[in-house]
Nanobody, 125 residues
Framework: QVQLVESGGGLVQAGGSLRLSCAAS????????MAWFRQAPGKEREFVTV????????YYADSVKGRFTFSRDNAKNTVYLQMNSLKPEDTAVYYC??????????????????WGQGTQVTVSS
């Protein structure tokens, strides 16, 4: 089992930055691909980004590419989502998710068995 706890959400003006963290416990984080998803009010949850177990590779949704950076510190069992140039449409609850890295990358939320509780990000215009 992997337990995930997100933090770092909040209210920010458009153009601003936030850094989300997701701390994992229960297993060695390097064995897991980690991902961020988000869910805006009235919308389905959507893929944001995923990173490999070592952190050497990451993929992003087109909507955040060039603005968000996903990184990980396996020694601290923590991953980070640096969000720059935030837009009102980035407003959502952001969720951290994990799946064993041996199964590779996926953008499909149903293939992630472990989830955090979510953290709210609100971007004002």
């Amino acid at each position: 089992q992997v337990q995930l706890v997100e933090s770092g959400g909040g209210l920010v003006q458009a153009g601003g930055s936030l850094r989300l963290s997701c701390a994992a416990s229960g297993r060695t984080l390097s064995s897991y691909a980690m991902a961020w998803f988000r869910q805006a009010p009235g919308k389905e949850r959507e893929f944001v980004t995923v990173i490999s177990g070592s952190g050497s590779s990451a993929y992003y949704a087109d909507s955040v590419k060039g603005r968000f950076t996903f990184s990980r510190d396996n020694a601290k069992n923590t991953v980070y989502l640096q969000m720059n140039s935030l837009k009102p449409e980035d407003t959502a609850v952001y969720y951290c998710a994990a799946r064993l890295w041996e199964y590779g990358f996926t953008r499909s939320e149903v293939l992630y068995p472990y989830w955090g509780q979510g953290t709210q990000v609100t971007v004002s215009s």
